[in-house]
């Protein structure tokens, strides 16, 4: 067993029903289902992630859940947070906006700079309703607010670990 060293809150926020749950769930448990659940309060869930060979990273995944709506109470949520994944839908271009307001919050409330990637989640839909965001502009300002971005889809997996992963290596580097 390889030694285990850091522990890092992530937090998983964006607007409803972009599939921030389905994402925590396919990382954790591998599982995805259609049936959509409506997040209560905070869920969490942990997960050990190699980052590198023989060296380990646990996560604490914070689900933001029905918390979504109520701003007042978002600052305690965010407390002690070392990386953010910040969703967004692909078959939903309003969901792209509101995402922009999610990480422009969270970094108002914290005040120490930490690594944020933007998942644009559900891209399995995108062959049957076509693209209704410019990539252009996702790149453009995931660039300027230093950030990585990755398409993934809960429901085939596709890119789900790779995006763990990579937030993962930026807040060990953080550390190191
Ligand atoms: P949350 O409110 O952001 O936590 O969203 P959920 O994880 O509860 O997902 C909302 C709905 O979208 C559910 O019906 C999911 O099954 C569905 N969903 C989540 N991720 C994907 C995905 O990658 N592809 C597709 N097609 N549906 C997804
Ligand atoms: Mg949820």
Redesign the pocket.
């Known amino acids: 067993m390889s030694e285990q060293i850091f522990t890092f809150k992530t937090i998983v926020i964006?607007?409803?029903?972009?599939?921030?749950?389905?994402?925590i769930?396919r990382f954790v448990e591998n599982q995805?289902?259609?049936?959509?659940?409506?997040?209560i309060g905070v869920d969490f869930m942990s997960k050990v992630v190699d980052y590198e060979i023989g060296k380990s990273a646990k996560l604490t995944l914070w689900?933001i859940?029905g918390q979504?709506r109520f701003k007042v109470l978002r600052r305690s949520f965010y407390e002690g947070t070392n990386g953010a994944i910040v969703?967004f839908?692909l078959?939903r271009a309003g969901t792209f906006s509101k995402m922009k307001e999610w990480l422009s919050d969270v970094r108002q409330a914290i005040e120490i700079d930490f690594p944020a990637l933007i998942v644009g989640?559900?891209?399995?839909?995108i062959p049957e309703i076509g693209i209704v965001i410019d990539r252009n502009e996702i790149e453009q300002y995931s660039k300027k607010e230093n950030t990585i971005y990755i398409e993934?889809?809960?429901?085939?997996g596709d890119n789900v670990e790779k995006a763990f992963l990579e937030l993962t290596q930026r807040m060990v580097q953080r550390c190191i």
Do not use: M
């Open positions: 964006g607007p409803a029903a972009v599939g921030k749950s389905s994402l769930r995805f289902s259609l049936h959509y659940k409506f997040t689900d859940g979504e969703v839908d078959s989640n559900k891209s399995d839909l993934t889809s809960a429901k085939t």
